[in-house]
């Protein structure tokens, strides 16, 4: 990465993880679960959106920097953009689980990785996030140990590292702030067009009749 994309990446990075907690995450407001989490060659940062967390949709989003010996702050090493990022959720009454692709595809910032759920049920769910290098490209082939064969590409032949938290889903709720903030952009205009039409000056007819 050429030196300036590499600063601004890094200075993008350093206002989300030094964010008290809450970041603008997949399209909202996110809650932070892990912040500077060694693991293996990386250093994770892991947030959840929306917040509070609910029934049938949940956004997990990842930002992955170098892990630098002797750094403990994580911000020595520069972003890592490239990993092979999947996340697995799983519910802990009825053992529901769903994985998903982590990719910078659908984050709303390209230096996370951001993987979508529709979690069908309430309660707690453990999350867990597994990273790990690409050994090869998507369609291609790795050669086994041995040399004597060619196995297809996957998370399980990359020595994942993995790292996880827990989270609570509630039931869907009445979407009152987006009801609320519809409504205050209505009164808004209104109160605009009121405003206009208010001071607009009077017109008089000057035809006079004979």
């Given at each position: 990465?050429?030196?300036?994309?590499?600063?601004?990446?890094l200075?993008?990075?350093?206002?989300?993880?030094?964010?008290?907690?809450?970041?603008?995450?997949?399209?909202?407001?996110?809650?932070?679960?892990l912040?500077?989490?060694?693991?293996?060659?990386?250093?994770?940062?892991?947030?959840?959106?929306?917040?509070?967390?609910?029934?049938?949709?949940?956004?997990?989003?990842?930002?992955?920097?170098?892990?630098?010996?002797?750094?403990?702050?994580?911000?020595?090493?520069?972003?890592?953009?490239?990993?092979?990022?999947?996340?697995?959720?799983?519910?802990?009454?009825?053992?529901?689980?769903?994985?998903?692709?982590?990719?910078?595809?659908?984050a709303?910032?390209?230096?996370?990785?951001?993987?979508?759920?529709?979690?069908?049920?309430?309660?707690?769910?453990?999350?867990?996030?597994?990273?790990?290098?690409?050994?090869?490209?998507?369609?291609?082939?790795?050669?086994?140990?041995?040399?004597?064969?060619?196995?297809?590409?996957?998370?399980?032949?990359?020595?994942?590292?993995?790292?996880?938290?827990?989270?609570?889903?509630?039931p869907?709720?009445?979407?009152?702030?987006?009801?609320?903030?519809?409504?205050?952009?209505?009164?808004?205009?209104?109160?605009?067009?009121?405003?206009?039409?208010?001071?607009?000056p009077?017109?008089?007819?000057?035809?006079?009749?004979?």
């Amino acid at each position: 990465m050429a030196g300036p994309k590499r600063l601004f990446a890094l200075l993008m990075l350093l206002i989300c993880m030094l964010s008290p907690g809450r970041v603008l995450a997949h399209g909202g407001v996110g809650i932070q679960h892990l912040n500077n989490e060694p693991a293996g060659p990386y250093r994770v940062y892991v947030w959840s959106d929306p917040e509070p967390p609910q029934v049938g949709e949940y956004h997990v989003i990842i930002a992955l920097t170098e892990n630098i010996a002797g750094d403990a702050t994580g911000l020595a090493g520069g972003p890592v953009l490239d990993a092979y990022v999947s996340v697995e959720m799983a519910h802990q009454d009825s053992g529901t689980t769903l994985s998903a692709r982590a990719s910078h595809d659908d984050a709303l910032n390209k230096l996370f990785y951001t993987a979508t759920f529709a979690p069908p049920s309430k309660g707690i769910w453990s999350v867990q996030v597994r990273i790990a290098a690409p050994a090869c490209e998507d369609g291609e082939s790795r050669d086994a140990e041995n040399g004597s064969s060619t196995l297809p590409c996957g998370l399980e032949l990359l020595d994942p590292v993995v790292v996880g938290f827990e989270d609570e889903i509630l039931p869907k709720a009445f979407p009152w702030r987006a009801v609320l903030s519809a409504l205050l952009s209505v009164i808004l205009m209104a109160g605009a067009g009121l405003l206009y039409w208010k001071t607009q000056p009077l017109t008089t007819d000057h035809c006079g009749s004979q």
